[in-house]
Each structure stands twice: as C-alpha cells, then as structure tokens.
C-alpha cells in the first residue's frame, strides 16, 4: 500500500501554542534541535545482534559537548520531574544517535544513572503540528498517557517502551509463551483505535508491543510510537493498520482464532471505552479539535479523497461538508462514538 514518501510539514500555529501553553505542553528548554545538528561525526549503531540500525551515533567537538549534555540533562529533568533539577545530581547523558531516514530526523538521548547504571531514552524531533495533534490524540483518546514538551520548532518526546511491531511478530509471535488470542483480540482493538482517530501509517515497525506478565497469562498492549501521518492521508485503508503488509500475520491471526462475533465484541468495547475517556476530557478535546479546525495538516486533494472515501464508509452525506482534517477527525470521531453501546444514552 502506497504511503506518501515524504510527508508535509506544518508549523504549528498562533491557535495550537496558545492550545499547548494552557495544557503545560509548553516550556522554555535549554537547547533547540538546531543545535544538536553541529556534531562533528558519526557512526553506524548497530543493535546487539550487529545489525544496523539505521540510527547513528554522533560525536561532537570538545568545547560544545559538555554544554550539550548539560542542556540535555535538563531537558530530562524538565519532562520527567518538572524541572527539578536535583535529578542531575544523579543522571548524564551517555549517547546521542541521529536518525537519518523518516520525516522527522529526530536525536535520540540515551540518560544514564550512575548510581545504578540504568537508562532511559528521550528524542528531540522538528515540532510539526501533524506530531503534535497525534500525541495530543493519543493522550486523550487512548488507554494510555503521553509525556512531551514543545518550545519553538522543537520537540521533546518520551520514549515509548516497548518490543517493535516487526520484531515481535518475527521472533515472539511464536513463542510457548505467547497467548495469541490475546494477541489477536489486541491488534483489533488498535485496528480500531487508529480508525477512529484516523492515525494513519501504522507499518509494523511504526507501533511497539508493551508485555505485561499477568499472574496466569500475559498480557498485550499495542501502542504508535510515530505519529506524523496523524490525518494527512486521504485513503481511508491508511488509516487502517489491518492494510499494511507488514502486519499480514497479525492479520492471519486474527482470522484464524477470533470468529466474527468476538471481534465485532472487541471493537464495540474499544469504542465504548473510547467515549468514555472522551466525556472525561471533553473540554480538552473540543479545544484541540477548534484548533485542527482552523489549521492545515494535509492537501486540498487527500482531503477531498478522505471525505468522500468517509462519506461512502459510513452512508452519510455530511462527511461531504468538511472543509478540513480537524472537521472531519470531528464528525469521524462522532459518527463512530455513536455506535458504541450506551453512547445513545447520553
């Protein structure tokens, strides 16, 4: 399936920062992504295995690296504790790796604790306002929280753990361990989860699965860690992770263990939860979706395809009259919502 080679960028807008300044998305950092370009070399990581990553480990003049990683440090400190600076006291940064490939070339930060060695990750990326709508999305609407800082052109992100989509469904799918029914039941649900908030290319390396040892089983949680093609598409299939190649065994698995009943189950209970997370934040949420409204993140022509593609998914005319992404994310989000058991109700 075709995926725009390079998508877009957007700035973000006068209406978004006022939106991330209310919210604390919003602060003033040490150091800009700008500066994390001046590094005098690199070399390829390679993962444990010696495969190359794609990701390279940049090296950086003698009287610029301290101050970078100072600024780093408070960068850490700034998204984990707030800006309690005492947390220096026991971190510093051990590696930098710049990714060459994707849209948004982001650093990678490796924080290393002294004390015991342990050690967290964070990225700075080129803030495009696509990014920030689908973080902010995925804050809101999904069962989990999102944790990063915007200042100018900049990004902060949290790293998101967890084993990559391609890499699970090569070496773990198979396991003993694995409960695959679980698995399957999982995937459906952010199949549906992505649909409904029209996050788009979800390639199975673009989403990572968090395992969690339960007392008799274990249990799954998929979770999008790239969040650029947040409504930029304009087929409804992008929007759709049950499309793409790469997870053509999530997708088998899917057929072979759940029957149409059960997965039907496990949308209705995602859009349930879905809605009850959007009554909980739904002040937040109507202010996101103003700004959308009133901003470009994609083309005239995907939004013209997208809304006519909608349109004949949910037999409704009115898709037919969104001007925008934000609109139609709105009656997207609406018109899904309104299937879910005890949403009629309110």
């Known amino acids: 399936m075709y995926i725009s080679k390079k998508k877009l960028f957007y700035p973000i807008s006068k209406r978004l920062r006022k939106y991330l300044h209310h919210y604390d998305r919003e602060t003033k950092l040490p150091l800009r992504y700008e500066d994390l370009l001046h590094y005098s070399d690199a070399y390829p990581y390679f993962d444990k295995k010696g495969k190359d990553t794609l990701w390279e480990s940049v090296v950086y003049d003698q009287h610029i690296q301290q101050d970078l990683k100072n600024g780093l440090a408070m960068i850490y400190a700034l998204l984990k504790t707030d800006g309690d600076m005492s947390v220096m006291e026991h971190v510093y940064v051990s590696r930098v790796d710049y990714c060459t490939f994707g849209n948004s070339n982001p650093f990678r930060v490796q924080v290393m604790n002294h004390l015991n060695d342990n050690y967290d990750y964070f990225y700075v990326k080129r803030a495009d306002a696509s990014r920030v709508y689908g973080l902010e999305l995925e804050h809101i609407l999904s069962p989990s929280r999102i ?22 469904i090569k070496e773990y799918l198979d396991r003993p361990a694995s409960n695959k029914v679980r698995i399957a039941k999982e995937f459906v649900k952010f199949n549906e989860r992505c649909f409904m908030r029209l996050l788009g290319d979800m390639r199975s390396y673009n989403y990572v699965i968090d395992v969690t040892p339960d007392f008799e089983d274990e249990q799954y949680r998929v979770r999008p860690i790239d969040f650029d093609q947040q409504s930029y598409e304009g087929r409804k299939r992008m929007y759709l992770p049950q499309f793409f190649k790469g997870n053509n065994l999530m997708v088998a698995l899917v057929q072979k263990l759940l029957k149409p009943e059960a997965i039907k189950q496990y949308q209705n209970e995602e859009r349930t939860l879905m809605f009850r ?48 992404m934000g609109d139609l994310v709105r009656l997207h989000l609406k018109t899904v919502i309104a299937k879910a058991p005890g949403a009629a109700k309110v």
């Open 277 to 324: 997370r959007l009554r909980a934040a739904r002040y937040r949420l109507k202010d996101l979706i103003d700004c959308m409204r009133k901003d470009t993140v994609s083309t005239p022509e995907k939004i013209a395809e997208l809304r006519t593609e909608l349109a004949e998914h949910h037999h409704s005319e009115e898709f037919l009259k969104c001007r925008n």
């Open 147 to 168: 944790n990063y800082l915007a200042d100018g052109d900049t990004l902060i992100e949290e790293h998101i753990a967890g084993i990559p989509g391609d890499v699970f």
